[in-house]
Protein backbone atom coordinates (compact mmCIF):
# COMPACT_ATOMS: atom_id res chain seq x y z
CA UNK A 1 0.00 0.00 0.00
CA UNK A 2 1.93 2.57 -0.96
CA UNK A 3 -0.71 5.15 -0.64
CA UNK A 4 -1.90 4.39 2.58
CA UNK A 5 -2.09 7.90 4.48
CA UNK A 6 -4.59 7.87 7.33
CA UNK A 7 -3.47 10.76 8.94
CA UNK A 8 -3.44 13.05 5.94
CA UNK A 9 -7.14 11.26 5.28
CA UNK A 10 -8.71 11.81 8.65
CA UNK A 11 -7.78 15.59 8.55
CA UNK A 12 -8.93 16.25 4.94
CA UNK A 13 -12.29 14.27 5.78
CA UNK A 14 -12.30 16.36 8.78
CA UNK A 15 -12.33 19.10 6.63
CA UNK A 16 -14.65 18.15 4.18
CA UNK A 17 -17.46 17.64 7.28
CA UNK A 18 -16.51 20.87 8.33
CA UNK A 19 -16.77 22.54 5.29
CA UNK A 20 -20.18 20.80 4.96
CA UNK A 21 -21.38 21.81 8.56
CA UNK A 22 -20.78 25.58 8.15
CA UNK A 23 -22.02 25.87 4.93
CA UNK A 24 -25.58 24.22 6.03
CA UNK A 25 -24.94 26.42 9.47
CA UNK A 26 -24.68 29.95 7.64
CA UNK A 27 -26.20 29.33 4.10
CA UNK A 28 -28.56 26.59 4.56
CA UNK A 29 -27.30 24.71 1.49
CA UNK A 30 -25.85 21.35 0.64
CA UNK A 31 -21.98 21.31 -0.30
CA UNK A 32 -22.92 19.74 -3.27
CA UNK A 33 -20.32 20.48 -6.03
CA UNK A 34 -22.74 19.93 -8.60
CA UNK A 35 -25.22 21.96 -7.35
CA UNK A 36 -22.88 24.42 -6.13
CA UNK A 37 -21.53 24.49 -9.63
CA UNK A 38 -24.59 24.80 -11.55
CA UNK A 39 -26.01 27.51 -9.58
CA UNK A 40 -22.79 29.52 -10.44
CA UNK A 41 -22.85 28.89 -14.09
CA UNK A 42 -26.58 29.60 -14.41
CA UNK A 43 -27.86 32.15 -16.37
CA UNK A 44 -27.55 36.43 -14.78
CA UNK A 45 -30.52 36.79 -12.33
CA UNK A 46 -31.39 33.28 -11.86
CA UNK A 47 -29.39 32.58 -9.46
CA UNK A 48 -28.68 35.83 -6.52
CA UNK A 49 -26.63 33.71 -4.29
CA UNK A 50 -23.56 33.15 -7.11
CA UNK A 51 -21.44 34.97 -4.70
CA UNK A 52 -20.84 32.39 -2.13
CA UNK A 53 -21.03 29.83 -4.88
CA UNK A 54 -18.00 31.50 -6.98
CA UNK A 55 -16.19 31.86 -3.56
CA UNK A 56 -16.63 28.24 -2.94
CA UNK A 57 -15.54 26.65 -6.06
CA UNK A 58 -12.56 28.92 -6.01
CA UNK A 59 -11.44 27.69 -2.76
CA UNK A 60 -11.94 24.10 -4.18
CA UNK A 61 -8.95 25.53 -6.96
CA UNK A 62 -7.09 27.76 -4.75
CA UNK A 63 -6.90 25.31 -1.48
CA UNK A 64 -4.15 22.80 -3.80
CA UNK A 65 -2.15 25.44 -4.99
CA UNK A 66 -1.83 26.76 -1.84
CA UNK A 67 -0.61 23.79 -0.46
CA UNK A 68 2.15 23.66 -3.35
CA UNK A 69 3.15 27.86 -2.34
CA UNK A 70 3.07 26.59 1.23
CA UNK A 71 4.98 23.22 1.36
CA UNK A 72 6.91 24.16 -1.56
CA UNK A 73 6.30 20.58 -3.61
CA UNK A 74 3.04 19.46 -5.75
CA UNK A 75 1.48 16.14 -5.01
CA UNK A 76 2.73 13.11 -7.22
CA UNK A 77 -0.02 12.36 -9.58
CA UNK A 78 -0.17 10.01 -12.29
CA UNK A 79 -3.00 9.52 -14.73
CA UNK A 80 -2.72 6.19 -16.09
CA UNK A 81 -5.88 6.92 -18.83
CA UNK A 82 -5.46 9.18 -22.11
CA UNK A 83 -7.24 12.96 -21.76
CA UNK A 84 -9.74 11.17 -24.44
CA UNK A 85 -11.28 8.71 -22.24
CA UNK A 86 -10.85 11.25 -19.03
CA UNK A 87 -12.67 13.78 -21.01
CA UNK A 88 -15.49 10.58 -21.57
CA UNK A 89 -15.09 10.02 -17.96
CA UNK A 90 -16.13 13.12 -16.80
CA UNK A 91 -19.00 13.98 -19.43
CA UNK A 92 -20.10 10.45 -17.98
CA UNK A 93 -20.10 12.06 -14.88
CA UNK A 94 -21.68 15.34 -15.27
CA UNK A 95 -24.50 13.05 -16.95
CA UNK A 96 -24.98 10.94 -13.74
CA UNK A 97 -25.13 13.74 -11.89
CA UNK A 98 -27.60 15.16 -13.27
CA UNK A 99 -29.49 11.71 -13.56
CA UNK A 100 -29.23 11.02 -9.69
CA UNK A 101 -30.15 14.47 -8.94
CA UNK A 102 -26.53 15.27 -7.25
CA UNK A 103 -23.23 14.01 -6.75
CA UNK A 104 -21.26 11.98 -4.14
CA UNK A 105 -19.97 14.87 -2.44
CA UNK A 106 -24.12 16.64 -2.20
CA UNK A 107 -25.92 12.56 -1.96
CA UNK A 108 -22.47 10.89 0.11
CA UNK A 109 -21.32 13.70 2.61
CA UNK A 110 -24.45 15.84 3.14
CA UNK A 111 -27.18 13.39 2.36
CA UNK A 112 -25.86 10.26 4.34
CA UNK A 113 -25.43 12.53 7.19
CA UNK A 114 -29.54 13.69 6.91
CA UNK A 115 -29.66 9.48 6.67
CA UNK A 116 -31.44 11.23 3.69
CA UNK A 117 -32.88 7.71 2.00
CA UNK A 118 -32.77 9.30 -1.19
CA UNK A 119 -29.28 9.97 -0.86
CA UNK A 120 -28.24 6.28 1.18
CA UNK A 121 -29.66 4.92 -2.20
CA UNK A 122 -27.83 7.32 -4.50
CA UNK A 123 -24.30 6.45 -2.74
CA UNK A 124 -24.73 2.62 -2.85
CA UNK A 125 -25.31 3.41 -6.56
CA UNK A 126 -22.68 5.06 -7.02
CA UNK A 127 -20.10 3.02 -4.91
CA UNK A 128 -21.39 0.09 -6.51
CA UNK A 129 -21.18 1.52 -10.22
CA UNK A 130 -17.91 2.65 -9.54
CA UNK A 131 -16.73 -1.26 -8.06
CA UNK A 132 -18.08 -2.23 -11.37
CA UNK A 133 -16.33 -0.06 -13.45
CA UNK A 134 -13.06 -0.84 -12.02
CA UNK A 135 -13.28 -4.55 -12.30
CA UNK A 136 -14.39 -4.34 -15.58
CA UNK A 137 -11.61 -2.17 -16.80
CA UNK A 138 -9.15 -4.01 -14.86
CA UNK A 139 -10.10 -6.72 -14.98
CA UNK A 140 -11.80 -7.71 -18.39
CA UNK A 141 -10.80 -5.13 -20.53
CA UNK A 142 -7.12 -5.16 -20.03
CA UNK A 143 -7.18 -9.21 -19.54
CA UNK A 144 -6.28 -8.91 -16.18
Do not use: E, K
Not at 2 to 18: C, E, H, K, R, V
Not at 84 to 96: D, E, N, S, W
Request: proline content about 4%; hydrophobic content about 55%; charged content about 5%.
Amino acid sequence: MDNFTPLASLFGGALIGLSAVVLMLLNGRIAGISGITAGMLSPSGATPDRGWRTAFVAGIIIAPLALVLVTGTRPDIGFVAPVTVMILAGLLVGFGTVLGNGCTSGHGVCGIARLSTRSIIATAVFMAAGVATTFIVRHVMVGG
